[in-house]
C-alpha cells in the first residue's frame, strides 16, 4: 500500500474480524507514516468491535460475534486496538447493497465484509476531501455468497429487499417500520407462569396466541434476529400441559417450546405468504425487515389485502 501509493497513504479502512490484517498493516502504515496515517475498522452494528451488544449479524468474516446472555469473550490477541484511531458501523444492508452495486457498475464479485469495508471508506472519503489517499482492503470473493448476498430470493425472505411495490406486499398487511410496536416474543430464559402472564395478556379473544422464543433478551426496543426465532410457545398447549399436570408455572418455556414460526421477508408478495401458510396448515408467521422481527402476521390480514 505505502509502496504502490508513493507514501500518499492517509486513511487505511479494513474491516476487524480477527484483527490481524488491520492491526498488522495499520501499525506499519502509522510507522512509515510518521504517525499521520489514520486506521478505520468499518464493522458491523451489532458487532462488540461498533459497541454493539454481539448478536447475530448476517455480514460473515467481520466483526466480534457473543451473545448478550453469555460471557463476554476476550478480545483476539491479534487484534491490537492501539493501532486502530476509531470503528465505523455498518448496517447489514448498506454493506449488502455496496457489493451488489460494485458487481454491477464495477465488475467486481466481492462479498459482505469487502461491503462493510467499501461502505465506510466511501463515508471517510467524503469526509476527509480531495487531498486524501483512502486505501481500503477488501478481503473476500462473492463467489462463496452467491446463493446469499446475490441471491434475490434469499434477500427478500429475509427482508432486505423491497420487494415488488405494485403488488400487495406482506408489509401491507403489519406494520414494519421503526414505530412498529414490539414483537411479541418470549425469552427461551423465562419460566411457564411469565409465559402464560405473556401470552393471556396478547390474547385478543380471537384463536390463542402463538408467540415466537429464542434467546434474545426481551425488551422494549430490543427486536430478534432471524437466527434467534428458535422456537415457539402456543397458548393452548401451554395451558394444558399446565392443566394436566405436566408443567408448572415454574418450570422454564425453554422445556415447552414448539417448532420455530415461519417467517416472511416484508417485501414478499402477499399472496405468495399466504399460499404458503393455507399449503403448510399454519396460521401465525413472523415479519422481518433486514433480518430483525418486526410483526406477528396471519391469514386473515395476508387474506385482507389481497382480496
Given amino acids: 500500500m505505502w509502496r504502490q501509493t508513493r507514501g500518499r497513504v492517509t486513511h487505511l479502512v479494513s474491516c476487524v474480524g ?28 451489532s458487532s462488540v468491535y461498533s459497541g454493539g451488544d454481539g448478536r447475530p449479524y448476517f455480514i460473515e468474516a467481520a466483526g466480534h460475534f457473543r451473545h448478550a446472555e453469555t460471557v463476554e469473550d476476550p478480545w483476539p490477541q491479534s487484534y491490537h486496538q492501539d493501532v486502530v484511531d476509531r470503528i465505523l458501523p455498518v448496517e ?24 462493510t469495508a467499501l461502505s465506510a471508506a466511501l463515508r471517510v472519503g467524503a469526509e476527509a476531501g480531495p487531498e486524501a489517499v483512502v486505501v481500503v482492503v ?14 434475490d430470493t434469499w434477500l427478500l425472505r429475509l427482508g432486505f429487499l423491497d420487494g415488488d411495490a405494485t403488488l400487495a406486499r406482506v408489509a401491507d398487511a403489519a406494520p414494519t417500520d421503526e414505530h412498529a410496536p414490539p414483537l411479541p416474543y418470549l425469552n427461551t ?3 411457564v407462569g411469565d409465559a402464560l402472564a ?22 422494549p426496543r430490543r427486536r430478534p434476529t432471524a437466527p434467534e426465532l428458535t422456537g415457539s410457545v402456543s397458548l393452548e398447549e401451554l ?34 405468504a399466504l399460499a404458503e401458510l393455507t399449503e403448510r396448515g399454519l396460521d401465525t408467521a413472523v415479519v422481518l425487515r433486514d433480518g430483525y422481527a418486526m410483526a406477528l402476521i396471519d391469514r386473515a390480514a395476508l387474506r385482507a389485502v389481497t382480496e
Fill in 239 to 272: 395451558e394444558t400441559a399446565v392443566r394436566d399436570g405436566k408443567a408448572s408455572p415454574a418450570d422454564p418455556v425453554a422445556g415447552r417450546l414448539g417448532a420455530p414460526l415461519p417467517h416472511f421477508g416484508y417485501g414478499e408478495p402477499a399472496a405468495a
Fill in 189 to 191: 430464559r423465562s419460566t
Fill in 92 to 115: 447489514d444492508r448498506e454493506a449488502i447493497t455496496t457489493i451488489r452495486r460494485l458487481a454491477r457498475e464495477q465488475g467486481l464479485l466481492v462479498g459482505g465484509s469487502s461491503g
Fill in 18 to 45: 480477527t484483527g490481524g490484517t488491520i492491526s498488522g498493516a495499520g501499525r506499519y502504515l502509522k510507522e512509515v507514516g510518521g504517525g499521520a496515517v489514520q486506521v478505520i475498522g468499518a464493522d458491523p452494528t
Fill in 138 to 151: 477488501l478481503p473476500d470473493s462473492g463467489r462463496q455468497y452467491l446463493s446469499k448476498y446475490f441471491d
Fill in 198 to 219: 405473556s401470552l393471556r395478556a396478547g390474547h385478543d379473544g380471537g384463536a390463542p396466541p402463538v408467540f415466537p422464543a429464542g434467546p434474545c433478551p426481551v425488551g
